[in-house]
């Protein structure tokens, strides 16, 4: 059971890696979009195509307010996301490998 309890562990580990990844680039797609930056930029356009998916439905159930807290919505569901799941994970697998 070892075996499969490492595998949950790498698993969560590297789940909680991309959530943390995913918090960072929203945070700095927030931070952008208080400047005047070209949209057609190489690292913008990755930017955007890599929070789009996150951000667009937070968006969407949201109402149209002044300031977009989407961003922040985002990040504290992911953050939830992270703290649930990537952790339940590393926990359930420590407990398979130790028996």
């Known amino acids: 059971m070892f075996i499969l ?5 790498a698993l969560g580990k590297l789940l909680s890696f991309a959530f943390d990844a995913m918090i960072i680039l929203i945070f700095i797609r ?3 979009s208080w400047f005047s930056v070209s949209p057609y930029s190489p690292g ?6 890599v929070t789009n998916p996150i951000l667009e439905p937070v968006r ?3 109402p149209r307010m002044t300031i977009d807290i989407s961003p922040l919505i985002a990040a504290v ?5 992270d703290m649930f799941v ?8 420590r407990k398979l490998a130790m028996g």
Do not use: M, T
């Open 77 to 81: 569901v992911l953050w939830f996301a």
């Open 5 to 9: 309890g490492n595998l949950f562990v």
């Open 60 to 62: 969407r159930i949201l």
């Open 86 to 93: 990537a952790k339940s994970l590393v926990d359930l697998g």
């Open 30 to 32: 927030a931070i952008l």
């Open 44 to 49: 913008v356009r990755f930017l955007i195509a």
